[in-house]
């Protein structure tokens, strides 16, 4: 028998069965080979033109955008989905008549004429040839319900879903926030957008410009296989890629100081700008400027809002006041040129000068406002009430010298201060050496004078600088002269709130603040806002932290007084300066200083509220 | 008096020399054999390395490191092997078939579900897929039960048996589903079958019956109302008789698939390979790898493949010649076959003229449970091999 195992097998039963078996795999074998060969050589052209004429289409999945919180989490921008109605142009009609009845019917949908709807689609083939061009953002679903009913009239229709950024506080920080927009050509150039195409989402202005890589997030794909007339195959979906969302950006910004700030500008209806920031690490707890918009005008914007926006020249809304004004800051600018004087040994802090009112040099008479005379003066009396004639006697003296302007600019005056904001501007710190250049040049009609200085010394003249450089140079008398990096943006999380980067940008310079000058600036600084008969008593009176403060005046020409005032609090070991203008506002005690307060009452607030709710863990 | 000598006194049986590589079961292997099985692992890692570089985002040589791993495995467990006698397995075929029948039955209460289909636990570092394990289980048991019963029964008892033992757990593999791997144990228990003597004309009854059931399952239930297969295992099937009817859908697959390899023409198209490298091509690390190879490696690439699998399958047939016993032939084989089974099955697919099955191509597919599974077969051959060498010499063991 075949089957006894211990033996070898019958020889040759066995090998007639592998012989068949040999043959059967001989002839598939054969079978295989004969193909491959069929295949890779005989028609490999045609099956090679045929892998080259495969065509793929990729479809970006968009990527939300991160959140951008303040200090505390609470949410200042965030998205919402929207339906949006697109239009795939090449799946149209091809009969002229068709195409044209068929956009007729989209335009009416869409409330826009047939010749806006053609306009729409011939601007997005410009920017993004071949893909599908948006017509209309936030349809609502009756529209939607109309065109799956009706789908056969609306060829290539179809609504899709997008995120639009959301500012749940309207108009908060839009200065600081920026907004968003489709990337132009030019910025696509732009090494920092080479991974972007056309139709992604950027960040234009303010933090979601500067903090773009982290926001944006990383779209996904989704690649599918089309043929000739760019039409899905079906079942050809290739591959899918999730879209990766943006990081949340958290801000150093406090909203409830921002929206105090902001309501305290906005109360006085004129325009200006605020900002608070402390003074050790630059972390910027409020800025705004009045007036201000909502950014959701650009996310989506119609023309006349637009307009609305960028032609009011006087007012201005998307400029940031506060970064990018440039105003002379009257008095508040005394703190530098005592500064200058005392370090220089000009005066010691208990120098005395005569304030008959006004002083004259030359032909030119300089008078205190009003025509005060204050009598006779030291630094902090000279602080308190503000006596122009002391700091015109110091500019006079100090005029020939550049010493005024050294330490004006070492305070950060007329200079980049490495904010975290795209917009900003370096302002003008007037010089013997800039004024005298412009006379070469005859493009002034005198070198400089002394004249000039007296100006720069009260914060007057050709001087240029917004909120932000004097609250650097404020910080820098506060602090005892470090020069802070101020900026908004403090960390980066990811989705499930793990913080990925915390920003803490380094002290930019440093230099010696003699500790007596300082606290006797700081003394007349504190009696001028808050002892007697200071410039802002009136106002700071009553306030129970202590501060140290100094009001300003500004003339403009051609325009009312600007008011001003800076604080630093609490006195005499400030933590946070907090600056104010008001462009026609009158006299810093008159406008600035209210806002100022608003702002400190708010922050001072909110310290008392956690310090009791903490049981005085603070 | 009992002996005096004690245990260790005693001499060695066979006063000869025995050199390392003898005691390691290497001097007996089948070289050829050897060299075809791990020159395809050696290509398939080569491949996966080339082919799937962007597959896994951030991880550019995950298959590639992954199927080296499962490589070495699997070549350790194929030398292991080689120094057992097979004959072992045959006292241990219930055993065998009971663990065989008990793991593709627990992946329907414990597998992890991949596209709608239990087929494979998942283990901490491995998602072990049984089925494949169990096509080298069958054969070792189904050889096993057909010695054993070689004396009971008619010989039509004795075919109804082995039927019976042998498609009870493809049924339960095709009920995973997976029809493809049903279909190699249906080839193995026929193979076994075909070297334990069953009479030509139970395999012309068998064949008979076999093409009946295909009209039932594809026409005649369908049309009654009571679909056995499932949509896409039905269009599969069909779809490479007529791949422009069915271009949308398993068509397309295969249609892509042929072009894919029909591009690669003589000498491939190296890293110019946009068919499979743009996903036009499904499953390229998996059941369409061969047209991977075929797109970047050419007529040339592609041909020495399958001479490997001719060689791989030429050795395997020749051992069964070879075997010392007759569990031996069996066992060698149902492997050659089942080998032989999924290689032209698989390489079919990808050349549009088989159906796509999802038989994935041995050594060559990516894929843990596949390659080791592949390499413990070979390991099996091995061991047939030694063992036959050493029975010439008359000796039982090493």
């Not at chain 2, 076999?210 to 295992?233: D, E």
């Not at chain 2, 491939?268 to 068919?275: H, L, M, N, P, W």
């Not at chain 2, 690390?285 to 030429?314: C, K, N, P, Q």
């Not at chain 2, 050594?363 to 099996?380: D, E, I, K, N, W």
Request: overall charge negative.
């Amino acid at each position: 028998m075949y089957l006894r195992n211990d033996s070898r097998p019958q020889g040759s039963r066995l090998s007639l069965r592998v012989a068949v078996l040999g043959g059967v795999a001989v002839a598939l074998f054969a079978v295989l080979f004969f193909r491959l060969w069929n295949l890779q050589v005989l028609s490999g052209d045609e099956y090679l033109a045929e892998a080259k004429n495969n065509r793929t289409r990729e479809f970006k999945v968009i990527a939300p955008r991160g959140d951008i919180l303040d200090r505390n989490g609470e949410v200042l921008v965030d998205n919402r989905t929207s339906l949006a109605l697109q239009l795939n142009t090449q799946k149209l009609p091809e009969d002229p008549a068709e195409e044209r009845a068929e956009l007729a019917r989209l335009g009416e949908l869409s409330h826009m004429t047939p010749r806006k709807v053609r306009r729409t689609i011939a601007e997005s083939e410009e920017v993004a040839a071949g893909a599908p061009v948006t017509l209309r953002q936030d349809v609502g679903y009756e529209l939607i319900a109309y065109i799956e009913e009706n789908q056969r009239e609306f060829p290539g229709v179809t609504v899709q879903r997008v995120f639009v950024r959301h500012y749940p506080h309207t108009s908060l920080a839009a200065h600081v926030l920026g907004n968003v927009s489709e990337v132009s050509e030019e910025e696509l150039k732009e090494p920092r957008y080479k991974r972007l195409e056309p139709g992604d989402e950027i960040g234009q202005a303010g933090v979601e410009d500067t903090y773009d890589s982290f926001l944006r997030g990383d779209p996904g794909l989704t690649r599918i296989q089309v043929n000739a007339l760019g039409q899905p195959t079906p079942g050809g979906q290739l591959v899918s890629m999730p879209p990766i969302p943006g990081d949340s950006l958290k801000l150093t910004i406090d909203a409830d100081v921002q929206t105090a700030g902001e309501g305290a500008l906005a109360a006085r209806g004129l325009p200006g700008a605020f900002v608070s920031m402390n003074i050790d690490n630059g972390q910027i707890l409020a800025m705004g400027s009045n007036p201000s918009y909502d950014p959701t005008v650009l996310t989506e914007p119609t023309q006349a809002q637009v307009n609305e926006l960028y032609r009011d020249e006087v007012l201005a809304p998307l400029v940031n006041r506060a970064t990018e004004g440039a105003y002379p800051t009257g008095s508040i600018f005394k703190i530098i040129t005592a500064l200058a004087a005392l370090e220089n040994g000009v005066i010691t802090p208990d120098t005395v000068v005569q304030d008959n009112g006004l002083i004259e040099v030359g032909t030119q008479e300089f008078e205190n406002a009003g025509g005060v005379a204050h009598g006779a003066v030291e630094l902090r009396r000279a602080l308190q009430v503000s006596s122009d004639v002391y700091f015109y006697l110091l500019g006079l003296d100090m005029w020939k010298t550049n010493e005024l302007q050294e330490w004006a600019h070492k305070l950060g005056i007329g200079r980049p201060s490495g904010l975290d904001l795209p917009e900003e501007s370096e302002g003008l710190l007037p010089s013997k050496a800039w004024r005298n250049q412009l006379y070469s040049e005859e493009l002034t009609d005198r070198p400089w004078s002394a004249g000039d200085n007296i100006q720069l010394a009260t914060g007057q003249g050709d001087l240029q600088t917004n909120p932000l450089q004097m609250a650097i140079a404020y910080a820098a008398l506060g602090n005892g002269g470090k020069i802070v990096t101020p900026h908004v943006g403090m960390e980066v999380e990811d989705a499930a709130g793990r913080v990925l980067k915390e920003f803490e940008p380094k002290i930019q310079r440093r230099f010696k603040i003699n500790a007596g000058y300082r606290n006797a600036i700081l003394e007349g600084l504190h009696a001028a806002a808050q002892e007697g008969d200071g410039t802002a008593a009136g106002v700071f009176g009553g306030f129970p932290i202590p501060i140290a403060g100094k009001t300003g005046t500004a003339e403009r020409p051609g325009h009312g007084d600007q008011s001003w005032f800076a604080a630093l609090s609490p006195y005499p070991n400030p933590r946070i300066v907090t600056i104010a203008t008001v462009e026609g506002g009158g006299f810093g005690a008159e406008s600035a200083a209210p806002a100022v307060l608003d702002i400190l009452e708010a922050i001072y607030d909110k310290q008392a509220s956690a310090v009791s709710s903490a049981g005085g863990a603070e | 008096m009992y002996a005096t000598r004690t245990r260790n006194a005693r001499p060695e049986p066979f006063a000869v020399h025995v050199g390392i590589g003898e005691r390691l079961g290497l001097a007996h292997m089948d070289w050829p054999l050897t060299i075809a099985a791990v020159s395809l692992i050696a290509f398939s890692v080569f491949v996966l390395g080339e082919a799937t570089q962007t597959d896994v985002p951030g991880d550019p040589n995950y298959y590639l490191e992954r199927q080296a791993i499962y490589a070495l495995l699997g070549i350790v467990g194929m030398v292991l092997l080689t120094r057992i006698d097979y004959s072992r397995f045959r006292e241990l075929r219930v055993g065998l078939y009971t663990f065989l029948c008990a793991s593709v039955s627990l992946v329907f209460v414990f597998g992890f579900a991949a596209r709608g289909s239990r087929r494979s636990f998942e283990l901490p570092f491995f998602s072990f897929q049984p089925s494949e394990l169990g096509k080298l289980l069958l054969v070792l048991a189904l050889a096993g039960f057909v010695i054993d019963g070689a004396r009971r029964g008619s010989e039509v008892q004795r075919t109804v048996r082995y039927l019976v033992l042998g498609l009870a757990p493809a049924a339960l593999v095709f009920l995973q589903p997976d029809l493809g791997t049903s279909l190699v144990f249906g080839a193995a228990t026929l193979a076994v079958m075909y070297f334990g003597g069953v009479p030509w004309t139970h395999f012309a009854v068998i064949g008979g019956a076999l093409v009946v059931l295909v009209a039932l399952v594809l026409v005649a239930a369908p049309a009654a109302g009571v679909p056995i297969l499932k949509g896409y295992q039905k269009e599969r099937l069909t779809s490479f008789a007529s791949p422009n009817e069915h271009s949308d859908g398993a068509g397309y697959q295969q249609n892509q698939s042929k072009v894919a390899i029909g591009s690669g023409q003589l000498t491939g198209r190296g890293d110019k390979a946009t068919q499979t490298r743009l996903d036009f091509v499904p499953e390229r690390h998996t059941d369409f790898i061969f047209a991977v190879i075929g797109e970047r490696y050419g007529f040339m690439g592609a041909a020495l493949v399958l001479s490997l699998y001719a060689l791989l399958f030429w050795r395997a047939l020749r051992i069964t010649t070879l075997s010392k016993n007759v569990y031996g032939t069996l066992v060698a084989g149902g492997i050659a076959v089942s080998l032989l089974f999924q290689t032209f099955v698989n390489v079919g697919m990808n050349l549009g003229i088989m159906p796509i099955t999802g038989i994935p191509l041995p050594l060559m597919s990516y894929g843990g449970s596949s390659v080791v599974a592949t390499f413990l077969a070979v390991g099996v051959l091995q061991s047939i091999n030694v063992q036959a060498h050493l029975s010439q010499k008359g000796r039982f063991a090493w």
